[in-house]
């Protein structure tokens, strides 16, 4: 593996190595013992676009105890393509760094740096996807489910957008079933859909305007904020449209008992889940915001460490 755009274009194997080596290091870590440095003396340059927590920290932290360490570049220092293009930027990072992750707003940068860098290059959330949140999510559903997810349902209750995307794909490389409850207008677009069934025929898609039929069949219920970083100002129309496609307690009432709750975070309460979805037993929230640290290091052992 080269880079890591997307989950789609990783093959079986290497998501399979991801999966393996963040439960051994996640395991390592929860016994006190320090991670062998394999990133010792490597540096990852992360470039910023959109502001982030969960992201940053998971790889700042994966970066120093792995033994290496980690720069922010944010997009008024950098401004890929205003103050110079995305493959200049490359050529001058894979000079002096080990690995660029970057959160940008279009996906074309990422494949633009890649197409340039001799260092790996990740996503760390394209306007298109979120890789590595869905990798950090079916952790979670690993955590809950055991490691073989072949078979269970995903529901994703909400926008058809990057985070959707991603897990989809990762349904499809895991044998799930991925059935996503949106308004119109707010479905997964179509040329998406087309390119997912076309390079993973397995994938079960399933898409639905009823949020509750979804929640009924559902091992894990998951959502993502109405409106996503860059559209703050359709934010009135968003929250008008997405009312109903709401994780609440008569949701769950309605999913299997055994089913969890999952949301990528940052969550608006209130708006896409309650309180009472976020804090009750259900919830896997926190520890699918851990588990980003634990996907993130074995990204970068593999990418950067030759792990
Ligand atoms: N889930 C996630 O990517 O969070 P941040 O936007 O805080 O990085
Ligand atoms: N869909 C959200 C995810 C945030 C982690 C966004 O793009 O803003």
Not at 65 to 85: D, F, H, M, P, Y
Not at 160 to 175: E, F, W
Not at 222 to 243: H, I, L, N, P
Not at 268 to 297: C, W
Request: aromatic share 6%; hydrophobic share 45%; with cysteine.
């Amino acid at each position: 593996m080269k880079h890591f755009l997307s989950v789609s274009e990783t093959s079986d194997a290497d998501v399979r190595r991801i999966f393996d080596l963040a439960i051994r290091l996640r395991q390592e870590r929860r016994e006190g013992r320090p991670n062998a440095p394999v990133l010792a003396h490597k540096t990852l340059a992360m470039i910023f676009e959109k502001p982030s927590l969960r992201t940053r920290v998971s790889f700042e932290q994966a970066m120093y105890e792995l033994g290496g360490q980690a720069i922010v570049l944010t997009n008024a220092e950098v401004g890929i393509g205003k103050r110079e293009s995305a493959a200049d930027i490359a050529r001058v990072l894979s000079g002096m760094v080990h690995g660029i992750m970057a959160r940008v707003f279009e996906q074309q940068k990422l494949v633009d740096l890649a197409k340039a860098a001799t260092v790996p290059v990740i996503n760390g959330l394209s306007d298109e996807m979120h890789p590595c949140q869905a990798l950090a999510d079916a952790l979670t559903m690993m955590d809950e489910f055991g490691r073989d997810l072949t078979g269970r349902t995903l529901a994703y209750i909400g926008d058809g957008n990057n985070v959707a995307r991603s897990l989809a794909a990762v349904c499809g490389k895991l044998g799930m079933k991925f059935v996503i409850a949106s308004p119109e207008g707010y479905d997964l677009d179509r040329g998406f859909v087309e390119r997912v069934r076309k390079n993973m025929p397995g994938l079960s898609l399933t898409e639905t305007r009823d949020p509750m039929a979804a929640a009924r069949g559902a091992d894990a219920l998951y959502t993502d904020t109405w409106v996503s970083m860059g559209q703050e100002q359709e934010a009135e129309q968003r929250r008008k449209v997405f009312t109903g496609y709401q994780i609440n307690g008569a949701m769950l009432a309605a999913a299997p008992k055994h089913a969890i709750v999952l949301h990528c975070l940052p969550a608006y309460r209130g708006y896409e889940i309650t309180d009472e979805a976020m804090e009750g037993p259900k919830s896997r929230v926190f520890p699918q915001a851990h588990n980003r640290l634990h996907v993130q290091k074995a990204l970068l052992a593999i990418l950067m460490g030759n792990a």
